[in-house]
T-cell receptor, first 116, second 115 residues
Framework: AQKVTQAQTEISVVEKEDVTLDCVYETRDTTYYLFWYKQPPSGELVFLIRRNSFDEQNEISGRYSWNFQKSTSSFNFTITASQVVDSAVYFCALSGPTGGGNKLTFGTGTQLKVEL | DTGVSQDPRHKITKRGQNVTFRCDPISEHNRLYWYRQTLGQGPEFLTYFQNEAQLEKSRLLSDRFSAERPKGSFSTLEIQRTEQGDSAMYLC?????????????FGPGTRLTVL
């Protein structure tokens, strides 16, 4: 079975602080995909990034960076110099052949609150 | 380039009534997914279509739930004899399979409240 664990239920930071959101996953597939989505208060899930299991290169996009480590089954997400607009619920998700149809298995999400 | 749209955005109904939701995917996308999200949880998969064919249904999808995607375009999700436990956000997502991309793009959701 596939499983995604986001142990941090809620994180509060002050603007301009760096923050890391943790994601640990379980899968028996050798090929799989990992995702991060942002869900602002409006409710719409916004796609942030996809990583393939065979590509462990870390990625940086502006203030966002992702650290994929197969050895620890983790795919952590760091926001540098956080801003109030970053306040949202962030979901890590997994898809692969075992799940079928590329359907996504989500974690329970981490609520990030960025305060002035 | 329009994204995924869903209608209605909110639905309040009484227990026992039937409701139907609509999803319009991104026009060239061949896969369409339905998920359900309850408060404080991540979305859970319900069903998906490849073009007009419904290829998988979750155990979460009881026989009161039915989904269609006629002509491989928009999709509808119907819930018959609604129960209070059906109250949730129903999310639709679409993706283009076959190009190597697997990311799903989500609509704004339909929030269902069953009284």
């Amino acid at each position: 079975a596939q499983k995604v664990t986001q142990a941090q239920t809620e994180i509060s930071v002050v603007e301009k602080e760096d923050v890391t959101l943790d994601c640990v996953y379980e899968t028996r597939d050798t090929t799989y995909y990992l995702f991060w989505y942002k869900q602002p208060p409006s409710g719409e899930l916004v796609f942030l990034i996809r990583r393939n299991s065979f590509d462990e290169q870390n990625e940086i996009s502006g203030r966002y960076s992702w650290n994929f480590q197969k050895s620890t089954s983790s795919f952590n997400f760091t926001i540098t110099a956080s801003q109030v607009v970053d306040s949202a619920v962030y979901f890590c998700a997994l898809s692969g052949p075992t799940g079928g149809g590329n359907k996504l298995t989500f974690g329970t999400g981490t609520q990030l609150k960025v305060e002035l | 380039d329009t994204g995924v749209s869903q209608d209605p955005r909110h639905k309040i109904t009484k227990r026992g009534q039937n409701v139907t939701f609509r999803c319009d995917p991104i026009s060239e996308h061949n896969r369409l997914y339905w998920y359900r999200q309850t408060l404080g949880q991540g979305p859970e998969f319900l069903t998906y279509f490849q073009n007009e064919a419904q290829l998988e249904k979750s155990r979460l999808l009881s026989d009161r739930f039915s989904a269609e995607r006629p002509k491989g375009s928009f999709s509808t999700l119907e819930i018959q004899r609604t129960e209070q436990g059906d109250s949730a956000m129903y999310l639709c997502a679409s993706s283009l399979v076959g190009t190597g991309a697997h990311e799903q793009f989500f609509g704004p959701g339909t929030r269902l409240t069953v009284l």
